[in-house]
């Protein structure tokens, strides 16, 4: 018997054999709570408005066409985005940071725009960003720690995204700069290729989040003791 929990990480520490036994499925995907890579699942987060599924995935502009380096727009809550608007909130129009958008703007029409879609954790490691940026063909950076993405044991975030250490974020547009063009167009196009796997589907599809996730599950069955 397997129970799959798509909870918080506190979520089963009451019931230790549940904790030692079972498969949890998180999006909060967080190493220093507990989350074990060998038996547990880390799943994307997916933010869902108005409950429809309809629009999520909206392509982008090619990367010849993508004007703006990096963006982000997010609340000032948790450990690190503090960092991030202290060095780049409204200073650079290469690196579009902003708490609030200014009126007239489009959060999706700026990531379309942009080469890289900036994921830095709030208040808890995972970001529904990181998905929003592979649907609009967008290079996620993830700036987090001590969080496993989704679906690292059969694709190679390396190859799509980029990772940026807390301490390197005053060296961010430095970092996204040095990445050689035609570096940036392999990840680019290795996004469209991935993003298939994040699609949410009212009914599921070949490859879709849904069959990614049972997969994920299925590979660690021989790390959990039967009971």
Request: overall charge positive; glycine content about 6%.
């Amino acid at each position: 018997l397997f129970s799959v929990v798509f909870q918080g990480p506190y979520s089963s520490f009451y019931v230790p054999e549940l904790v030692r036994n079972s498969i949890r499925a998180l999006c909060n995907a967080n190493t220093s709570e507990r989350f074990d890579p060998m038996k547990d699942v880390s799943i994307p987060e997916i933010n869902i408005k108005g409950n429809k599924l309809e629009g999520l995935n909206n392509g982008g502009l090619s990367p010849s066409k993508r004007s703006i380096l990096a963006f982000f727009a997010g609340g000032n809550h948790g450990p690190i985005r503090p960092i991030l608007f202290k060095h780049w909130k409204r200073k650079d129009q290469d690196i579009q940071v902003y708490e609030y958008l200014p009126k007239g703007l489009s959060y999706i029409d700026l990531m379309r725009k942009s080469k890289y879609c900036l994921c830095p954790s709030g208040y808890e490691v995972a970001s529904p960003r990181v998905v929003e940026a592979l649907y609009n063909g967008c290079v996620p950076v993830l700036i987090s720690k001590d969080y496993v993405p989704p679906f690292s044991d059969v694709l190679d975030w390396k190859t799509f995204s980029v990772t940026v250490p807390i301490e390197e974020i005053g060296e961010l547009k430095k970092r996204l700069m040095g990445i050689p063009e035609r570096q940036y167009k392999r990840m680019q196009k290795r996004v469209v290729q991935v993003k298939r796997h994040f699609e949410l589907n009212s009914t599921p599809k070949r490859y879709d989040v849904f069959h990614m996730i049972l997969h994920s599950i299925w590979l660690r069955r021989l790390n959990v003791r039967l009971w």
